[in-house]
């Protein structure tokens, strides 16, 4: 392969994005909190069960953060929620 293709692959491979922050700082769990203590029928569920996959879908739309289900589990226990 010619030199110069092999350095625009390699330039097309490197980040170019830092990424986002994966956790949430004390403000914006605070604020989580405060979204599940409103209960899922506030945000168009049919019954009042937080599931991990719902609680998830929560923190995405106004936290910009998608979390494994695993992790939201661990956030549920660190913020109180059984």
């Given at each position: 392969?010619?030199?110069?293709?092999?350095?625009?692959?390699?330039?097309?491979?490197?980040?170019?994005?830092?990424?986002?922050?994966?956790?949430?700082?004390?403000?914006?769990?605070?604020?989580?909190?405060?979204?599940?203590k409103t209960g899922p029928m506030a945000f168009g569920w049919e019954d009042q069960r937080w599931t991990?996959?719902?609680?998830?879908?929560?923190?995405?739309?106004?936290?910009?953060?998608?979390?494994?289900?695993?992790?939201?589990?661990?956030?549920?226990?660190?913020?109180?929620?059984?």
């Open positions: 392969m010619p030199p110069v293709l092999a350095r625009g692959r390699a330039e097309a491979l490197r980040s170019k994005e830092t990424g986002n922050n994966a956790y949430l700082s004390s403000e914006p769990e605070r604020e989580l909190d405060d979204l599940l991990l996959a719902r609680v998830g879908a929560l923190i995405e739309e106004p936290f910009t953060v998608r979390y494994e289900i695993s992790v939201v589990w661990r956030l549920l226990d660190r913020l109180g929620w059984s």
